[in-house]
T-cell receptor, first 112, second 113 residues
Framework: QKEVEQDPGPLSVPEGAIVSLNCTYS??????FMWYRQYSRKGPELLMY????GNKEDGRFTAQVDKSSKYISLFIRDSQPSDSATYLC????????????FGAGTRLAVHP | EAGVTQFPSHSVIEKGQTVTLRCDPI?????LYWYRRVMGKEIKFLLH????????ESGMPNNRFLAERTGGTYSTLKVQPAELEDSGVYFC???????????FGQGTRLTVV
């Protein structure tokens, strides 16, 4: 069983839609949960991270972690064509040590 | 401020040859990581340096891979001899000590033919 599971998509939505991206994980020791965005031929870029359970909001992006169900979510409001990218969830057991365990990544396409 | 820089961006080599990938982390970042994405798979951890010391090399696939970090600055990852299954994108990342945020380079796409 993979430690972090993520549906690879692709996911195609119209501009302005609310996007929901999800991951599940199996390792109870994970404490930090990240969302990275990766454009084609670029490296992953950290969008947000959450410590333990709870919500975190940054502009149009909201990250949620439910440790009881081992479920990680990223919501994108008012999606834009510029949001078209691959979104990777990642988890780690320590905040100061970034041995990240990645999901497969979900390809998102936002069409005008 | 410059980000994490990786050289080359793309390398095509024949099976059995040697390739060396280089990573220049963000200045002042003590932590340096190597990751790899093989076609169709997740990005996977290879190893972690703190300054010039290897802290965790549990992800290194075998002894054909050798990583070094000279003087705690740039790092190299050598594959010798390269095999077909080594093809993939190799990412380097760096972070400040104690920070949760790791910054990734653009990756080196390695193709072994």
């Amino acid at each position: 069983q993979k430690e972090v599971e993520q549906d690879p998509g692709p996911l195609s939505v119209p501009e302005g839609a609310i996007v929901s991206l999800n991951c599940t994980y199996s390792n109870s020791a994970f404490q930090y949960f990240m969302w990275y965005r990766q454009y084609s031929r670029k490296g992953p870029e950290l969008l947000m991270y959450t410590y333990s359970s709870g919500n975190k909001e940054d502009g149009r992006f909201t990250a949620q972690v439910d440790k009881s169900s081992k479920y990680i979510s990223l919501f994108i409001r008012d999606s834009q064509p510029s949001d078209s990218a691959t979104y990777l969830c990642a988890s780690s057991t320590s905040g100061g040590y970034n041995k990240l365990i990645f999901g497969a990544g979900t390809r998102l396409a936002v069409h005008p | 401020e410059a980000g994490v820089t990786q050289f080359p961006s793309h390398s095509v080599i024949e099976k059995g040859q040697t390739v060396t990938l280089r990573c220049d982390p963000i200045s002042g970042h003590d932590n340096l990581y190597w990751y790899r994405r093989v076609m169709g798979k997740e990005i996977k951890f290879l190893l972690h340096f703190v300054k010039e010391s290897k802290q965790d090399e549990s992800g290194m696939p075998n002894n054909r891979f050798l990583a070094e970090r000279t003087g705690g600055t740039y790092s190299t990852l050598k594959v010798q001899p390269a095999e077909l299954e080594d093809s993939g994108v190799y990412f380097c990342a760096s972070s400040q000590q104690g920070s949760t945020e790791a910054f990734f380079g653009q990756g080196t796409r390695l193709t072994v033919v």
